[in-house]
């Protein structure tokens, strides 16, 4: 048998075992339920995202601001250094251009540090926020006797009834207005 014939028969029988085969037999036995969640809604309707995104942006801007400051006072060093070339020694001159590029390389490190620990409290943030949503839906879905709870990508066909989506929602942001973000920069 050809590898393509293998294939299409393996997926003939999964279509079969789905569509009504022995797996909705299966379901039908044991009183399994399934419900759907549309993540796109969750996540754009969530408020604990809003807060991720608002913190993110609040301290991002607070980096950008000490980056402005930063960027202002080396420009300052150097049009200093350029006005005390006249007056300096070579050595000294020299001296002073090593501690501006000590400088400038420490700037840069900063804001790399920085880039950094925003990057990594926003995926933080998200991370506690993926926890809560398992924890809201699995309540959610205890409550409706929900056996198993899917994202709506993942089925073909639901009945109305058991999307869970609004439920969550509400839910999520009643439990989880919001989650703080720590940004660390070590």
Same mark, same amino acid.
């Given at each position: *048998?050809?590898?393509?014939?293998?294939? /299409?028969?393996?997926? &003939? =029988?999964?279509? /079969? =075992?789905?569509?009504?085969?022995?797996?909705? =037999?299966?379901?039908?036995?044991?009183?399994?339920?399934?419900?759907?969640?549309?993540?796109?809604?969750?996540?754009?309707?969530?408020?604990?995202?809003?807060? $991720?995104?608002?913190? /993110?942006? &609040?301290?991002?801007?607070?980096?950008?601001?000490?980056? *402005?400051?930063?960027?202002?006072?080396?420009? &300052?060093?150097?049009?200093? %250094?350029?006005?005390?070339?006249? %007056?300096?020694?070579?050595?000294?001159?020299?001296?002073?251009?090593?501690?501006?590029? #000590?400088?400038?390389?420490? @700037?840069?490190?900063?804001? +790399?540090? +920085?880039?950094? #620990?925003?990057?990594? @409290?926003?995926?933080?943030?998200?991370?506690?926020?993926? $926890?809560?949503? /398992?924890?809201?839906?699995?309540?959610?879905?205890?409550?409706? @006797?929900?056996?198993?709870?899917?994202?709506?990508?993942?089925?073909?066909?639901?009945?109305?009834?058991?999307?869970?989506?609004?439920?969550?929602?509400? +839910?999520?942001?009643?439990?989880?207005?919001?989650?703080?973000?720590?940004?660390?920069?070590?």
């Amino acid at each position: *048998m050809t590898e393509f014939k293998r294939i /299409g028969l393996a997926l &003939a =029988l999964a279509f /079969g =075992l789905v569509a009504g085969g022995s797996t909705g =037999l299966w379901a039908d036995e044991r009183g399994t339920r399934v419900a759907i969640i549309e993540m796109e809604r969750i996540i754009g309707e969530a408020v604990a995202i809003a807060s $991720i995104q608002a913190q /993110g942006e &609040a301290q991002r801007r607070v980096f950008e601001e000490e980056s *402005m400051r930063e960027a202002e006072r080396l420009r &300052a060093f150097q049009e200093e %250094l350029q006005q005390q070339q006249a %007056l300096l020694t070579a050595e000294a001159m020299e001296e002073r251009q090593r501690a501006f590029n #000590a400088e400038l390389t420490a @700037a840069d490190e900063r804001a +790399r540090l +920085r880039g950094q #620990a925003l990057q990594r @409290a926003v995926q933080e943030g998200e991370i506690q926020f993926r $926890i809560a949503l /398992g924890t809201v839906v699995a309540e959610v879905a205890e409550r409706h @006797a929900i056996d198993i709870v899917l994202p709506v990508h993942n089925s073909i066909f639901a009945v109305a009834e058991f999307d869970l989506t609004d439920q969550v929602i509400e +839910r999520m942001n009643e439990a989880f207005p919001e989650i703080a973000l720590s940004f660390d920069e070590n």
